[in-house]
């Protein structure tokens, strides 16, 4: 059997990867049982630990990956500064990785960090060895590198991420007289974080969670990790609408990042928010939950005692699977009737009109899940019962 050829070892990721864990390990208790760190120290590890993450997720991410939304300049040096201290490369290369990951997910010939591949190579040990060529290649980010800060930052990525990373933490905490308290927390220790919080989406979110709106991929929803990574946890929604400016879609789901995104939006520095329909994001629950429902229906079905049960559920669920989608379609159409009017300037009255037709078939919508609901219950009900 003639063995894969490795590719050779990334030095520079692996002294990275290794190095800084250990360090933090050996130095910052030391430091906290010799000298002790002051409220500053802790003020500016929390400053950086949410300005670097938010610049990979806001900014690398959604901002530049997916193009969800356009940003002004400010916003954008913000990201690019702090996306640098984050050590995960530049912008563009960044960006390169993640849309091959999106256009060949779980392939583990082309998907530079394939879930499929087990949980520690999608955690971090795919950075260890080279890439091949036909994986590491940059590519498909032309419309990044006609970008000034994007540009400027690939041209001097090192010496602006050394800055960030432990200069700025230095001379911060020189202001105070801490250099070594601020440099460890605010540099080494938010570093480590930082970047195993990052990586989690590349493995637990492919393993631990729900599959919400599409089983096309091993991506999936969990809210526990968007507690640690500003809202990328919702990552079957995220792989399913890639270019909506949210992943987590609901307004209580935590994601910290899309409220930013938003308050931007709202003092000028972000436009051109792209969202994904409501009705769009409710017919891929509805047929996803169906999904799941038949499947596990039909093994119920296999025990003689239950073949009538299950065929009542199953002719309801389709009765009521139909009769949702159709309002959903009918809320969809009207939708599109209100925003191509709006667009055209109809006069007051008829967009008036459309509006209350709009809300009408929203309404009817919302009746039709509620029934959705109740039929998926008695289904759920009779997966769980057990033989008397």
């Known amino acids: 059997m003639q063995k894969t050829k490795k590719e050779p070892i990334d030095l520079k990721s692996v002294l990275v990867l290794t190095l800084t864990p250990i360090a933090a390990v050996i130095f910052i208790p030391y430091y906290a049982i010799t000298y002790g760190f002051s409220a500053a120290d802790w003020f500016w590890f929390g400053f950086f630990m949410i300005a670097t993450g938010l610049s990979i997720t806001a900014g690398y991410h959604r901002l530049w990956s997916h193009r969800a939304y356009k940003a002004n300049a400010v916003l954008k040096i913000f990201f690019m500064l702090f996306g640098a201290g984050a050590l995960q490369n530049s912008i563009i290369k960044w960006s390169s990785d993640h849309r091959k990951h999106h256009r060949f997910v779980d392939d583990k010939e082309m998907d530079p960090y394939a879930a499929t591949k087990g949980f520690w190579y999608s955690h971090f040990t795919w950075m260890l060895r080279k890439l091949p060529k036909k994986v590491s290649r940059v590519e498909n980010v032309t419309d990044l590198q006609k970008d000034k800060i994007v540009a400027f930052q690939d041209r001097y990525y090192v010496p602006l991420a050394i800055f960030m990373c432990a200069i700025l933490p230095m001379l911060i905490g020189a202001t105070y007289g801490s250099i070594g308290g601020c440099l460890l927390l605010a540099g080494l220790l938010r570093l480590v ?63 910290p990042s899309k409220w930013l995104i938003f308050l931007a939006s709202k003092i000028g520095w972000a436009y051109d928010l792209k969202s994904t329909p409501k009705p769009v994001i409710e017919a891929a629950r509805a047929t996803m939950q169906m999904k799941n429902i038949q499947a596990r229906l039909g093994k119920k079905r296999l025990d003689n005692r239950y073949i009538a049960s299950v065929m009542e559920l199953e002719k309801r669920l389709e009765t009521q699977y139909k009769e949702l989608f159709d309002s959903i379609k009918a809320w969809a159409k009207a939708k599109q009737a209100c925003l191509a009017a709006k667009k055209e300037r109809c006069n007051t009255l008829q967009l008036t009109q459309l509006k209350t037709h709009y809300k009408s078939l929203k309404q009817r919508f919302k009746a039709e899940r509620r029934i959705w609901r109740a039929v998926s219950e008695s289904s759920l009900k009779l997966i769980k019962s057990k033989a008397a």
């Open 193 to 255: 974080l930082n970047h195993h919080f990052t990586f989690f989406i590349n493995s637990l979110a492919h393993i631990w969670g729900k599959r919400r709106y599409s089983d096309e991929n091993t991506a999936r929803d969990n809210p526990l990790l968007s507690l640690v990574t500003y809202g990328e946890g919702y990552h079957n929604f995220h792989h399913k609408y890639a270019g909506d400016y949210r992943n987590g879609v609901k307004w209580y789901d935590f994601d």
